[in-house]
């Protein structure tokens, strides 16, 4: 038998774009209930970075000091280790924002934050282990969505469906939105060695002839991407997995007494790098934000921060209307109209680093890799370091939280 529920917004997704569009809107008043497909938040190699920007939204709601009491490491600056020679390129510390620093923490503890803090709000609901089959749409307008769930399917009745699913949205497809592919030459193996006492605490990423390596500091291990091109995991592969393991060390020499920690490539994953873009985001009744909307590289780290700048914007263009139930059509392309120029202009940038990054670095040649001027600048002159900060940690037209008197 098929349960029934009807919401003012349904959200489809819980990461970061939907449980913090979730929190804003149960904060509102508005009746919000956020579906996530799994039965927990717990699934490695997701982003971890947790930028200056959200830093900062989590200080207007409050929540900063007890964000921050949750497991985390800081970087303070960004370095990339050239051809055994390291340029710091970017100081968090000149960036004109409350923290300082990029905290960086496993997502399912930004997620699981962000559902008990939302908890006090009685008008925002999770559901978990509920997953979208299909949208309800009656002459062109989406009315709603059909899910299963642990105890049968369930028919949800909605002013407003977001979805927040990511790069595989369930949503957009369902919606036959259509998506422009701006662009990604990469892919990354992902996978987790050990830290140890001694190890560079502010290096982030090792480029070498042939190859990149980036290591993110998880405080009592490394979450390490090794850059390929693009179906490139065939050949890597072949090779072998020794051939894989000194490929590591070369790159990251600190690295050597643990790559044998990798036992097998079970415990290296693909992730399908993608760049893109929906050329609408929304339709009478829906609304994409986050990677439904906006697939990002993860040069920079900076999907997330974006994906909850997305929600911000939401919450403030929509969260009045939807609780008072006065919302229009044409509000919903506000979202898009708000953020469509920062996702352009970090897509650009990041499809810049790649083009001229990554081709001499994957192009199997064995040939010296030559120092880029600007990085030398950078590292010659601290005081410009603020600028590639302020990109990465801030980015463009930032979003800020209203009042909770305004959004109530």
Partial sequence: MTQNLKVQCCIVGGGPAGMMLGYLLGRAGVDTLVLEKHADFLRDFRGDTVHPSTLQIMQELGLLDDFLKQPHSELRALSIEIEDRCFQIA??????TTCHFIAVMPQWDFLNFMMEKGRRFPTLKLMRSTQMTSLLETEGRVMGLQATTLDGPLEIHADLVVGCDGRTSTVR???????????APIDVLWFRLSKKPGDPEQVLGHLGRDKMLVTINRTDYWQCAYVISKGGIERVHASGLEAFKRAVVDAAKFLSDRVDELKSFDDVKLLSVSIDRLTTWSKPGLLCIGDAAHAMSPVGGVGINLAVQDAVATANILAAKLKAGTLRDRDLDRIRERRLFPTKVIQRMQVTIQNRLFPPILSGENRTLKVPWVMKLLDRTPW????????VGVGVRPEHVRSLEAAT
Avoid: H, K, Y
Wanted: glycine letters at 4%.
């Fill in 91 to 96: 100081d968090f510390s000149r960036v004109p």
């Fill in 173 to 183: 497809e369902a919606a036959a939105f259509a998506v422009e592919d701006v662009g």
């Fill in 384 to 391: 410009l370091q603020r600028w590639p900060a302020q990109i």
